[in-house]
Nanobody, 128 residues
Framework: QVQLVESGGGLVQAGGSLRLSCAASGGTFSRYNVGWFHQAPGKEREFVATISWSGATTYYAGSVKGRFTISRDNAKNTVYLQMNSLKPEDTAVYYC?????????????????????WGQGTQVTVSS
């Protein structure tokens, strides 16, 4: 069983920055691919970014590419999402998720159903 806890959300003005953290316990986190998703009110959960178990491979949604950076520290069982140049349309609850079916793989996973464990989410609100 893997437990994920997100933190770092908050209220920020447009153009500002936030860094989200996803702390994991249980399982073998260092072998799992991890993704960030967000969900705005009335909308479906959407892919934001993903990172492979080693950190060597990353992939971003087009809407955040160049503004957001995903990284991980396996020694701390933590994945980060650095969000810069935030826009009001980035406002959403942000979730991290672990893909545990293929530990140690370098695949790119960007569909919610490909992830097996989810955190409770952290709210990000960007004011204009």
């Amino acid at each position: 069983q893997v437990q994920l806890v997100e933190s770092g959300g908050g209220l920020v003005q447009a153009g500002g920055s936030l860094r989200l953290s996803c702390a994991a316990s249980g399982g073998t986190f260092s072998r799992y691919n991890v993704g960030w998703f967000h969900q705005a009110p009335g909308k479906e959960r959407e892919f934001v970014a993903t990172i492979s178990w080693s950190g060597a491979t990353t992939y971003y949604a087009g809407s955040v590419k160049g503004r957001f950076t995903i990284s991980r520290d396996n020694a701390k069982n933590t994945v980060y999402l650095q969000m810069n140049s935030l826009k009001p349309e980035d406002t959403a609850v942000y979730y991290c998720a672990a893909e545990t079916r293929t530990p140690g793989s370098a695949g790119i996973y960007y569909r919610p159903y490909e992830y097996h464990y989810w955190g409770q989410g952290t709210q990000v609100t960007v004011s204009s």
